[in-house]
């Protein structure tokens, strides 16, 4: 396993190749573990057209389901069934419409005291999966990561300036104050837990997004630039980001 892998760009022609190449991409990365895999979901529009396939035909047959958990890179600090929850959304998409084995999904405990209550129980509880308190880059807790960008440069709940973002040795932290609407409470993963993972796949699509991408891309010190992986580091992008094929490492065209 590499660190702090390079980042390359795929570009695709819409939205629906984006969702499209993110399924076989997520279903490589569940058949090729052999075992029990992890994957670490994340909130915003962008995973939509995504959680949207895998519940539907061939996807909902072609994953294996029973060896398969699913986590949340981060969420809002409400219900799971308000309308702004992450988990809530990708219960509402896929989870609940496939037959998943009892505590294979694993939600931020949104119902918790307070949002570093919810952080502490939930970094309890990827060790407790990991099996260590300790992250090693060779034995990543995560098959794969997905990310998206926010129009600020966030990345999960990271937003430029907090203070999560320069956490070294939490897993998970609370946020008090989100950097952009919705201005609730979050809780999220920490760039080295959110690194620990064989692929991580930023999904970014749309027009609004040319701006920030471009100064993400051009190596600008906001969030979603300081990810990293500690297996590949992969950009997934439509056309109508303005990104074009052969921008940055690499890319393929659907
Ligand atoms: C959240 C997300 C957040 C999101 C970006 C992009 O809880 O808000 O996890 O980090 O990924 O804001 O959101 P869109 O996909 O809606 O543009």
Not at 82 to 94: H, T
Not at 123 to 152: C, I, K, N, S, T
Not at 169 to 180: C, F, I, K, P, T
Not at 217 to 232: I, K, M, N, Y
Request: glycine content about 8%.
């Amino acid at each position: 396993m590499t660190s702090d892998a390079q980042p390359r760009v795929i570009v695709a022609a819409d939205i629906e190749a984006v969702a499209r190449i993110a399924a076989e991409r997520l279903l490589q990365r569940v058949i090729e573990t052999q075992d029990r895999a992890a994957i670490c979901l994340t909130g915003g529009a962008s995973p939509e057209g995504l959680y949207r396939l895998l519940a539907t035909s061939p996807y909902r047959e072609r994953l294996p389901w029973d060896r398969v958990h699913w986590f949340m890179g981060d969420d809002r600090f409400v219900p799971i069934d308000d309308r702004l929850s992450n988990m809530g959304m990708a219960r509402r998409l896929f989870l609940d419409r496939v037959a998943i084995p009892a505590g294979h999904v694993h939600p931020i405990p949104t119902d918790a005291a307070s949002p570093d209550a919810a952080a502490q129980s939930y970094q309890a509880e990827l060790q407790r999966f990991y099996g260590r308190d300790r992250l090693d880059p060779a034995r990543p807790l995560f098959d794969l990561v997905l990310m998206g960008l926010g129009d600020d440069g966030h990345t999960a709940s990271l937003f430029p300036g907090g203070t999560a973002l320069g956490e070294t040795e939490r897993w998970v932290v609370g946020v008090a104050q989100a950097g952009l609407a919705p201005f609730v409470p979050r809780v999220t993963l920490t760039l080295p837990a959110l690194a620990s993972t064989r692929e991580m796949l930023f999904l970014v699509t749309g027009a609004d997004k040319r701006g920030i991408l471009a100064r993400v891309l051009s190596g600008e010190d906001l969030p979603a630039a300081r990810a990293r992986s500690d297996g590949e580091l992969i950009w997934l992008v439509d056309r109508a980001t303005g990104l074009e094929d052969g921008h940055g490492f690499r890319s393929a065209s659907a």
